[in-house]
T-cell receptor, first 111, second 118 residues
Framework: RKEVEQDPGPFNVPEGATVAFNCTYS??????FFWYRQDCRKEPKLLMS???SGNEDGRFTAQLNRASQYISLLIRDSKLSDSATYLC????????????FGTGTRLTVIP | GAVVSQHPSWVICKSGTSVKIECRSL??????MFWYRQFPKQSLMLMAT?????????EQGVEKDKFLINHASLTLSTLTVTSAHPEDSSFYIC??????????????FGAGTRLSVL
């Protein structure tokens, strides 16, 4: 079983739409959660950390449900520049604390 | 903010060639650096964890004699793909974790190296 599972998409949405991505993780000992954004042929870049109480950064809202081991990302008022692959990332705080990446959900915002 | 520099960004080489990729943390110290590989339409897969001054820890299935890692200082780790073959063609990304300050424990990524072995 994969450490992190995501719906791969693709999601094709019009500008201004609201879109939500989901992610589940398998290790209940996971301590840190993130959403990264990866543009084509580029490195992943941290979009936002995900906190237990849920957190918002502008048009982006992240939620964490530890009981269900479920993470979500909501993007409101989609912009063309939001087109990218969104990676759900989990860190298990053992050993070297490395990160586990989901396969990513591809989003295309259409004019 | 913290920056990780990875070089080269793109390599095309003949089969059997060895390729060296450098990863530098530019404005912070990183006792631990990570090397990932990403095949098309797949997620990043951790290859190895590089610890300054000690041997790297390799993930299962990654050949340590083929992917040589050296982490000689707190700001530099290198990955050498020895005798590269077409199946080694991939996107290699390094990552460094800051050990102090406001950025402590945040993991930053290099821009990646696209390796194409002919």
């Amino acid at each position: 079983r994969k450490e992190v599972e995501q719906d791969p998409g693709p999601f094709n949405v019009p500008e201004g739409a609201t879109v939500a991505f989901n992610c589940t993780y398998s290790n209940s000992a996971s301590q840190s959660f993130f959403w990264y954004r990866q543009d084509c042929r580029k490195e992943p870049k941290l979009l936002m950390s995900v906190y237990s109480s849920g957190n918002e950064d502008g048009r982006f809202t992240a939620q964490l449900n530890r009981a269900s081991q479920y993470i979500s990302l909501l993007i409101r008022d989609s912009k063309l520049s939001d087109s990218a692959t969104y990676l759900c990332v989990v860190r298990v705080e053992t050993g070297a604390n490395n990160l586990f990446f989901g396969t990513g959900t591809r989003l295309t915002v259409i004019p | 903010g913290a920056v990780v520099s990875q070089h080269p960004s793109w390599v095309i080489c003949k089969s059997g060639t060895s390729v060296k990729i450098e990863c530098r943390s530019l404005d912070f110290q990183a006792t631990t650096m990570f090397w990932y590989r990403q095949f098309p339409k797949q997620s990043l897969m951790l290859m190895a964890t590089s610890n300054e001054g000690s041997k790297a820890t390799y993930e299962q299935g990654v050949e340590k004699d083929k992917f040589l890692i050296n982490h000689a200082s707190l700001t530099l780790s290198t990955l050498t793909v020895t005798s590269a073959h077409p199946e080694d063609s991939s996107f290699y990304i390094c990552s460094a974790r800051s050990i102090m300050g406001l950025a402590k424990n945040i993991q930053y990524f290099g821009a990646g190296t696209r390796l194409s072995v002919l």
